[in-house]
């Protein structure tokens, strides 16, 4: 069970006791992603994200990461469309050490010119690294064509075009807007007691800066457009998108059934018929993404040039197939098994559960427990799937293909 407490400023402080373990997880979750930039910005959050790393007043990026060695604690970040997360996991005895740490990065980061010059060169070989991927490259591609005209369109890692504009104004500006109490949350899980609780109330509890206004997204619109690459690779990688639900839409844990059937799962439909049975692909998979106000489904299958065409109408025969026939109550009980082993496996350590808290409060406002999900998951029906497949199947859909044309 988690607790929460609001500071008079706003910040939200999310905590479960888990005196069974041995660690303590902790996260710093910030309302802002890629989505919240301006187009000429694009990039800025993750680069603060990179930026808190390399040092702050007292300590060189040398330093903070030989500390947390020290400690044996394990820290990282991630930057998303929607949100920014900086989190540390250490054994229970170090976890006041660990935490002062990182508030050190997260409040007192120097942003030395320096160290911004190298943190850009270093996301530019990121960047490049990406485009040499083809399974994220075309990836990338489907969103900037299914949301084209949107900031949900652009790369979270930025251009080399934005990038060389940032500097350390810019970064404390983006700040000083977006990194607020009123958008900030603390989650702690794990072996944690009441005296940690109230250090980390009054390490955190130090924003000065005002509450911004709250964001309200415009919600994007899709487009079911096709977009292509060429490249000196030995497959073609192909990504289908569908027109998603928003992650508090009614339907979502139908679609989570409904992938888990088509593609999510070793028995699922795209697996069998394009893998096991026609031998098109070694990998064929769906997956979805899912935000406040907007989604996307999406399909990728890789295989040699000379049988992406049939790969691909193979894929939309299964689809094709569901649109017209359904799927049986066999499946979606097969589903939901695995998805509720996925859920229960998910939580295992204190690091699950503070993100977990987190994100519930990001996305809800509020606690979902494990029982509340389990009853929403057993509650799709037939009919949820068949109106999740009504939904999404039905309407056009984006196409993003990387090849290489020499074998075309």
């Known amino acids: 069970m988690t607790t929460k407490q609001v500071c008079p400023n706003g910040l939200r402080i999310i905590t479960e006791k888990m005196p069974h373990m041995r660690s303590v997880a902790i996260g710093i979750f910030v309302n802002v992603g890629s989505r919240y930039e301006k187009p000429e910005d694009n990039g800025l959050t993750h680069f603060i994200e990179h930026m808190l790393f390399k040092g702050t007043a007292e300590r060189t990026a040398k330093q903070l990461a030989e500390e947390f060695d020290r400690l044996g604690a394990q820290t990282n970040a991630f930057t998303s469309k ?8 250490s054994l229970d005895y170090e976890a006041r050490k660990t935490i002062a740490l990182l508030a050190d990065l997260f409040f007192n980061s120097a942003f030395r010119e320096e160290d911004i010059e190298k943190e850009r060169q270093v996301i530019l070989e990121e960047i490049a690294m990406s485009e040499d991927d083809p399974e994220d490259s075309v990836d990338e591609r489907l969103w900037q064509t299914m949301f084209a005209g949107s900031q949900m369109a652009a790369p979270i890692l930025g251009t080399e075009e934005t990038l060389r504009t940032f500097t350390k104004e810019k970064i404390k500006a983006f700040m000083n807007e977006h990194y607020t109490p009123s958008e900030v949350i603390i989650s702690l899980a794990g072996n944690i007691d009441d005296a940690l609780i109230d250090f980390v109330i009054e390490t955190f509890n130090q924003f000065d800066n005002e509450a911004r206004e709250q964001v309200h997204h415009t919600k994007p619109i899709f487009h079911a457009d096709a977009v292509e690459r060429k490249m000196a690779i030995e497959q073609a990688h192909l990504v289908l998108g569908y027109e998603g639900l928003a992650v508090s839409d009614p339907d979502i844990v139908s679609l989570l059934v409904l992938n888990n059937i088509i593609g999510d799962s070793m028995s699922s439909r795209l697996f069998q018929k394009v ?3 026609k031998a098109l692909a070694y990998s064929v998979y769906s997956y979805y993404s899912s935000y406040e106000d907007m989604g996307a489904w999406m399909i990728y299958g890789g295989t040699s040039m000379k049988q992406l065409t049939q790969m691909e109408e193979t894929i939309l025969a299964v689809i094709e ?8 109550l066999e499946e979606i009980q097969r589903a939901k098994i695995q998805l509720e082993s996925g859920l229960l496996l998910g939580l295992e350590t204190s690091f699950d559960y503070m993100n977990r808290n ?3 409060e990001l996305t809800y406002g509020e606690e979902r427990t494990v029982e509340q999900s389990l009853a929403e998951l057993a509650a799709v029906s037939e009919a949820s799937v068949e109106r999740v497949i009504e939904r999404i199947l039905t309407k056009p859909h984006a196409r993003s293909v990387i090849f290489n044309d020499k074998e075309k």
Not at 82 to 89: G, K, R, S
Request: some cysteine; glycine content about 4%; proline content about 0%.
């Open 82 to 89: 929607d949100q920014t997360c900086y989190y540390a996991v």
């Open 275 to 277: 893998r096991e049975e």
């Open 321 to 328: 197939d569901i649109k017209n026939n359904g799927v049986t």
């Open 358 to 360: 987190a994100r519930n």
